[in-house]
């Protein structure tokens, strides 16, 4: 399966990576989605209480419901669902359920943060073969007070985890992270295979627009590489979502992206 990493701003502006041999990264424009995202809360929305949600996806242009058989399956699941608060705190990351109604899906999560959440529905559409993020937004979502605070270290559920990048981020440019993990002693842990990989990396620009979904380069159980390349100059949430000991753990980092020399 390659390794795939994009960056949307809700028309898809995609970034691609595949790692077959010497990984290369290219930067382009592509159509806009051919889905629309729509989200039906069976409930309010309270923090700490959890919630059902029905979505639908529908064809923009023929205005049907996308269902199963429309969709590719990607890293085992036919639909991501990349949900993040106002704050760019609380990060979830969900996949919904068909119900006995085609095209219906059905989901629960809980809110951590008060207010509404914005969403991003990772799909590929067979009629496309080409992966796209349909937005939309649960509750009265507000743009929140961000703490854009640089950090590549995080101490989560005692692991530590540590991010590098062999050149500093910069809009336009390329660079290749790399994240270690290690237990509360310093000693080397294993990752468990998540949707089909060691990890899964997301990121969100501060301006709730961009969305980035990265998966690593090769196979390693102890240390994850992966390619960042934004399109521009901003502030970056990223999130890097791991297995340890069948418990899925979510590491949070700032990265502060430059302009481009």
Same mark, same amino acid.
């Given at each position: 399966?390659? +390794? ?16 077959? #041999?010497?990984?290369?990264? %290219? ?13 039906? &809360?069976? *409930?309010?929305? =309270?923090? *700490?209480?959890?919630?059902? =949600? ?17 969709? @590719? ?16 705190? $609380?990060?979830?990351h969900i996949h919904p359920m068909p119900t ?16 509404? /959440? ?32 640089? +950090? ?6 005692? /692991?530590?985890? +540590?991010?590098?990048? $062999? ?9 290749? #992270? ?8 310093? @000693? %080397?842990?294993?990752? @468990? ?11 969100? /620009? ?7 979904h990265m998966h690593p380069m090769g196979d390693n159980p102890? @240390? ?9 100059? #901003? ?6 979502? =791991?297995?340890? *000991? #069948?418990?899925?753990?979510?590491? &949070? ?5 430059? +302009?481009?020399?």
């Open positions: 399966m390659k +390794n795939r990493i994009m960056f949307s701003v809700v028309t898809c502006w995609l970034a691609l990576a595949g790692c077959s #041999g010497a990984p290369q990264v %290219t930067h382009k424009t592509l159509p806009p989605p051919i889905a629309r995202l729509t989200l039906l &809360p069976q *409930g309010e929305m =309270v923090r *700490g209480k959890p919630v059902t =949600v029905l979505m639908k996806l529908t064809a923009i242009k023929t205005r049907s419901l996308l269902t199963d058989a429309d969709l @590719e399956t990607m890293y085992t699941k036919k639909i991501h669902l990349l949900l993040i608060d106002p704050s760019l705190a $609380d990060y979830q006995r109604t085609p095209g219906l899906y059905s989901f629960t999560f809980t809110p951590k943060s008060p207010g509404g /959440y914005r969403v991003w529905a990772d799909i590929t559409p067979k009629a496309t073969g080409r992966q796209e993020f349909a937005m939309a937004d649960l509750g009265a979502h507000r743009i929140g007070a961000v703490s854009k605070i640089e +950090n590549r270290t995080a101490v989560v559920s005692g /692991y530590h985890f +540590n991010l590098t990048f $062999d050149t500093p981020p910069a809009a336009g440019g390329e660079s290749v #992270g790399r994240l270690t993990i290690t237990g509360a002693h310093g @000693e %080397t842990v294993t990752l @468990e295979p998540v949707m089909g990989a060691r990890a899964h990396i997301v990121g969100f /620009y501060d301006d709730f627009r961009t969305v980035a102890h @240390e994850i590489m992966f390619h960042f390349a934004p399109d521009r100059a #901003g502030f970056v949430k990223l999130f890097a979502q =791991v297995e340890i *000991g #069948g418990k899925a753990i979510f590491a &949070p980092f700032g990265v502060m992206v430059a +302009n481009r020399s």
